[in-house]
């Protein structure tokens, strides 16, 4: 049985793209549907058995008709030629309100041959061209539906930390009730959206530490289950071997917090074990191409005569990967050489990017204390033997600049009044 596993589509996210002048669509909508059609070629191709997508669709919870009707443009190639389709809901897919529909239950809804949906904990028996195999499911689910599984006075009193060890145990009591009532004759995947501990965050790791509850690897990594899908986290990578707990990862970069993340999907192989009487489960990475995320940065001294061409160094060394990527420059310099830059010439040295974003970041001199006050607290004169003394001129030649600074100070004194 071959299955692919991905997750975290996010169709909808539109930062650093451009209007197609062909569609008037959002380019990086494009880029998420290239890499969608990459795994959807890959599986007629192939002909596997499943795709499993384990949660988040699209960006928001709204998702507008085109990015709805693109996706069931793909879901449709997979279904038409055979291949069953399981789809997981994620907390980007939760609407904001109980009773509404999420965006992929139309599937349901309209019974799409071939095509399964997944909005709260269950066991599926989904066909396959290769036989029946066996989807336990963790969706994402509400925290209010999970409180509501706690005791309402024990769940006020306690703190967020204890709630969130509470509502850990009530996913840990799904899980282990899935186990108890699965067939162990057939194969089967537990497929979840969920935070694993240990897990290497991606984009997601601003909006999760603290704020979300976790499950350890043992939790769901019971031998009952060949293999554990998993959704949620960004970055692609193998918890556990035995038995695999994998996540699959974002299909496509979302932006700068996945830059250099390989993206891509897996490949399950689940097949009869004839010496064991059970099952052997490989997976495979296979990685899809997509828009590429490129930070360059340039550091410029004060003492630099042409601080333009020091960029235009920085950007000249990345020329190939810049054709066609999403780029931020990073520039760092002096307050006093600012209006150095030539910002035409550092913008046409980039126009190979498909989007481009520059940014200073500019070192303002700090002004020294002078003992135990600033520049402003003191008189200009005092200010000057401080400044002397703290330079270690010899005694003579403090004096003699001391004498010419009275000189100044008075005359512009004079002058001033």
Known sequence: MKIIHFADLHLGVETYGKPDPATGLSSRLADFLTSLDTLVDYALENQVDL????????????????????????????????????????????????????????????????????????????PTPSGVIQIATLPWLRRSALVANLNREDA????????????EKVLTGIISDHARQIDP?????????????????????????????????????????????????????????EPPVVYAGSLSALDFGEEGDEKGFYLVDIEPDGETGGRRVSFEFHPVAGRRFLTLSADITADDADPT??????????????KGAIVRLQI??????????????????????????????????????????????????????????????????????????????????????
């Open 51 to 126: 795709v499993l997508f384990c949660g988040d669709a699209y960006k928001s919870r709204d998702p507008n008709q085109t990015q709805q009707r693109e996706l069931a443009r793909r879901i449709n190639r997979l279904s038409a030629a055979g291949i069953p389709v399981f789809l997981l809901v994620g907390n980007h897919d939760l609407p904001n309100a109980i009773g509404r529909a999420t965006a992929t239950e139309i599937f349901d809804t309209l019974a799409v041959e071939n095509v399964h949906v997944s909005g709260k904990p269950g066991i599926y028996k989904v």
């Open 156 to 167: 006020n009193s306690l703190s967020f930390d204890e709630l969130n060890r509470e509502l």
């Open 185 to 241: 004759g057939l194969p089967t995947i537990l497929a979840a959206h969920v935070w694993v501990s240990g897990a290497r965050l991606g984009t997601e790791r601003q909006i999760t530490i603290g704020q979300e509850h976790t499950l350890l690897p043992g939790i769901v990594a019971l031998p009952v289950f060949d293999y554990i899908a998993l959704g949620h986290i960004h970055r692609h990578q193998v918890l556990q071997q």
């Open 309 to 322: 061409a020091t960029v235009l160094e920085a950007i000249a060394g990345q020329d190939e990967n810049i």
């Open 332 to 417: 760092r310099l002096p307050v006093e050489i600012e209006g150095q830059l030539n910002d035409s010439d550092i913008r046409a040295a980039l126009a190979e990017a498909h989007y481009f974003a520059i940014a200073r970041e500019i070192n303002q001199e700090t002004r020294p204390r002078l003992g135990d006050h600033t520049a402003e607290d003191i008189t200009p004169v005092e200010a000057l033997k401080a400044y002397l003394a703290s330079k270690k001129y010899s005694q003579k030649q403090s004096a003699k600049l001391l004498k010419h600074g009275r000189e100044l100070i008075q005359k512009l004194g004079k002058e001033q009044g």
